[in-house]
């Protein structure tokens, strides 16, 4: 018995992995320097300016309160902002996802599309908001149109990856039965997939919440035209109240959410 | 008298080859099976019975070269070529997996009503709007298979003799003429595949169904069907009636040296067992 088990060795790793994983760390930590230059990292300065930063945490410390019926309405048309802005995108999502599935639509048909949802994803909600900003005005439905792109991309993206990883074989019978294309998908493949599409989209309503507190800062609606207001004018006590209430509203509907996602995983 | 000639053969199959790269899985097979019959295909694994199976369903069309498959006169595919007519062919053509195919998170009888997708609209069918009878005719098929009980419940729920028979509920709800069975009881206890079996010559015998089954174990296929197809590496090597499947034909089918065959059970295949070493004590 042994004698058998000796025998057995653990299997040698080649010259050519070793080579390769020495070489890999080096590119990685070449990554690393240039990318420390480039963003000119200064950490000593943390040291250096620490008055100042005594100075902001200081009036962060007295968050003031005065103005909280505002700033919780601005904070409640956010939430708003984010549930018109994901549902948008989750309806776009699911006919998007399922073109750009290469188990469901051919390659010049997902391909196009992929492209197209990479571009919606590549733009940040900032930048739609400020082009929708100019095709409808300033307001909160500038903001609802900045985080359905957005969205989009990304929700079509995930959609497509949880379609491309179903169980072929339920699909096949319900071709089997002489289902149509569509009725494949509504049968076959939509029930397989629809805990994940759930999932993603209350994680991305989560996210949304957090984007629509910014699109603010450019005129799109919502609390971070206050909070923009407030940090340019140096108003550290309400900037540090909207923030506190930001921070509430977001754990709450985070919370919220994830019960929901576990339940339906 | 009519000749069996002059009846339409529910399957007929000329010429049909298929190959996977350099590998040939059909080569030339050609066969006829008329409305009514209750046929076995057997054979080793790999020997090209459920490719076979998945060309007369028009799941995979065969090479360039290959010639036509026809159910009840109605091409299903030419010269490689999937009929475009297919889905109406299929409607008829109940198919039995042997994993099943159940989508698993809709409920049974859920299950067993999209065997009535091809005959309703799209846009209804999309909305999960069915005809009441339809839905009537459902519960009586799962009534039939044993499973009416479990009507609501998700099909991933059940065991995979229950699930084997929720398929062939589906299978009646397409009101199939023709059942195109793949291995359907090669992932069963033996008490699932008997009644599985039973359910397919009942069908076969009560309804004028036509079955064609792949089995592995032997004994089911003299049991069952009248009729047995053997196949080997791609080729039609025996045909006949299942009484006729000597133990020397057998042999010779299943490319087995010595007198080891067991038709009481499956195949013994010589497959070694491997015990783990006992852990050393004390090492």
């Known amino acids: 018995m042994t004698a058998t088990a000796s025998a057995l060795r653990l299997p040698a790793i080649p010259l050519r992995t070793k080579i390769l994983r020495l070489l890999l760390a080096l590119a990685a930590a070449g990554v690393l320097a240039w990318a420390w230059q480039g963003s000119e990292m200064r950490p000593l300065d943390l040291l250096t300016y620490r008055q100042n930063m005594a100075a902001y945490l200081k009036g962060f410390l007295t968050p003031d309160f005065s103005e909280w019926r505002d700033y919780l309405h601005h904070t409640i048309v956010t939430i708003q902002i984010a549930i018109w802005g994901t549902l948008l995108a989750v309806l776009g999502a699911v006919p998007c996802g399922l073109l750009s599935s290469a188990n469901v639509a051919p390659a010049w048909i997902h391909q196009p599309v992929r492209r197209l949802m990479d571009a919606c994803r590549s733009i940040n909600e900032m930048i739609f908001a400020m082009l929708f900003i100019s095709a409808v005005g300033l307001g909160p439905f500038a903001g609802v149109l900045a985080l359905f792109m957005h969205t989009l991309g990304t929700l079509a993206k995930l959609f497509s990856e949880a379609v491309e990883a179903i169980d072929p074989q339920p699909v096949e019978g319900i071709r089997a039965t002489g289902a149509s294309r569509l009725q494949e998908i509504a049968y076959g493949i939509i029930p397989q997939v629809v805990p994940l599409w759930i999932s993603y989209s209350l994680y991305r309503f989560e996210s949304n919440v957090r984007s629509a507190s910014v699109v603010g800062m450019v005129g799109a609606g919502g609390i971070g035209m206050l909070l923009w207001d407030a940090i340019r004018s140096f108003n550290y006590g309400a900037t540090a109240a909207m923030l506190i209430i930001l921070i509430v509203v977001v754990s709450i509907l985070d919370l919220g959410s994830a019960t929901i996602r576990k339940r339906y995983i | ?283």
Do not use: W
């Open chain 2, 1 to 283: 008298m009519k000749t069996a000639e002059s009846i339409t053969p529910a399957i007929e199959i000329h010429h049909i080859s298929k190959s996977f790269g350099k590998r040939q899985a059909l080569q030339r097979v050609s066969l006829r099976i008329s409305p009514g019959e209750m046929v076995a295909l057997i054979g080793p694994s790999g020997s090209g019975k459920s490719t076979l199976l998945r060309h007369i369903a028009g799941l995979v069309g065969g090479d360039r070269d290959s010639g036509t498959i026809r159910l009840f006169g109605k091409e299903v595919q030419r010269r490689g070529a999937v009929s475009r007519r297919i889905r109406t062919i299929r409607s008829e053509v109940g198919f039995i997996f042997q994993q099943f195919n159940l989508v698993g998170r809709l409920s049974l009888l859920t299950n067993v009503m999209t065997g009535t997708l091809s005959r309703v609209g799209t846009l209804r069918s999309l909305l999960g709007i069915f005809p009441r009878e339809e839905k009537s005719r459902a519960m009586a098929a799962l009534q039939c298979v044993g499973l009416a009980e479990y009507a609501a419940q998700r099909a991933s729920t059940l065991s995979g003799g229950q699930q084997q028979r929720a398929a062939i509920a589906r299978a009646m709800q397409q009101r199939a003429r023709i059942i195109l069975a793949d291995e359907p009881i090669a992932s069963l206890d033996p008490e699932s595949a008997r009644i599985v079996m039973e359910l397919l010559q009942c069908m076969n015998r009560d309804e004028g169904v036509t079955v064609l089954v792949s089995l592995h174990q032997v004994q089911f296929a003299l049991q069952y069907c009248p009729r047995s197809i053997a196949m080997k590496e791609g080729r039609v090597v025996f045909d006949g009636p299942s009484r006729e499947l000597s133990p020397a034909a057998l042999r010779q089918i299943y490319g087995l040296k010595n007198d080891g065959l067991d038709l009481d059970g499956t195949l013994p295949l010589n497959v070694r067992v491997c015990t783990p070493p006992a852990v050393a004590a004390g090492a």
